[in-house]
């Protein structure tokens, strides 16, 4: 039996390549959780392989099975890809869920093979769930997304956490931050002087993996490269490719020391709003967010607040 594993990480396909488990693994890599949300005409483009169609390269395999991590991002290109294939009843007929609680790509190929997790055949609950979340990511409001912690999301197991982490990353009502900025002021405040001290990563002190390596830089590179900054100290940038070829200022932005300016203290202590300070201007997921349309998440009572 021929088999094919789609998945969302280039470590996850890494380690998949390993186990022999499948004929072919494929990596999608999207990032749907930073910046404008792909075109039709784009993510189109992004469903093909070998220079076909994806439901038509599926057809060359007996079985297809979606391995996905539980990271938000990945959970987002899980949804997608779900209610893509959503029309096309021979491939989902012949396709398996696997949903990890760990990230594929932190554990060995022979872990996998050793304990290899359930596949479970997709039914109509993990599309229509999957439909619904598509939707609501993509709509031009937080609101939807919002709606979705009223709905039975068990099919989809990290769903939930992932709709909990995404509200999370909104501007904070009291703040204007959300919550990977507010954790990064924290570390600066706890002691921890330099940029990659607040990135997130194995035995890091930075818990929140909503966000990937270059989104955590842009997000530093806003709270000290602005008007009225919340941080002080960054020695280099934008965090961007040429920063990262150069190893001259690669250097001096890994030796920087931060610490919070004077705002710095007073967001953290809740006390002042960076958006009252400095220009706002990002996309959470089909929502542009700006000054004047800030939709905001108000973690203590779990609500979201209008602008």
Excluded at 226 to 243: I, R, T, W
């Amino acid at each position: 039996m021929s088999r094919l594993i789609l998945t969302f990480d280039d470590s996850a396909a890494g380690a998949l390549k390993g186990t022999g488990l499948a004929d072919r693994v494929l990596a999608f890599g999207l990032c749907f959780v930073w910046g404008p949300l792909q075109t039709a005409s784009e993510l189109q483009n992004a469903a093909q392989v070998d220079g076909l169609a994806l439901c038509k390269f599926c057809e060359r395999f007996d079985a297809i099975e979606l391995w996905a991590d539980p990271e938000p991002n990945e959970q987002l290109q899980l949804v997608w890809l779900l209610d893509f294939l959503r029309p096309h009843a021979d491939v989902i007929a012949r396709s398996a869920l696997v949903q990890t609680n760990v990230k594929i790509g932190g554990r060995l190929p022979a872990e996998w093979v050793k304990q290899r997790p359930r596949a479970a055949p997709i039914h109509n609950d993990h599309l229509e769930i999957a439909r619904a979340a598509w939707a609501a990511w993509r709509a031009p409001s937080p609101a939807a997304w919002f709606g979705l912690l009223a709905q039975d999301l068990s099919a989809l197991p990290q769903l939930r956490h992932t709709v909990l982490a995404l509200l999370e990353e909104l501007p904070m009502r009291a703040t204007g931050l959300g919550a990977t900025e507010m954790r990064m002021l924290e570390l600066v405040a706890a002691g921890h002087p330099h940029p990659y001290d607040l990135f997130p990563g194995d035995e890091k002190p930075n818990e929140r993996r909503t966000y990937g390596y270059w989104e955590v830089g842009e997000l530093l590179d806003g709270l000290a490269h602005c008007p009225s900054p919340a941080v002080s100290g960054l020695a280099e940038g934008p965090f961007d490719l040429a920063l990262h070829d150069s190893k001259d200022r690669h250097d001096r932005y890994k030796e920087s020391r931060l610490s919070l300016t004077e705002l710095g203290k007073a967001i953290l202590a809740h006390s002042d709003d960076f958006s009252r300070h400095n220009p706002i201007h990002r996309w959470w997921g089909g929502t542009e967010l700006t000054n004047d349309r800030l939709w905001r998440w108000d973690p203590s009572e779990r609500t979201l607040v209008a602008p």
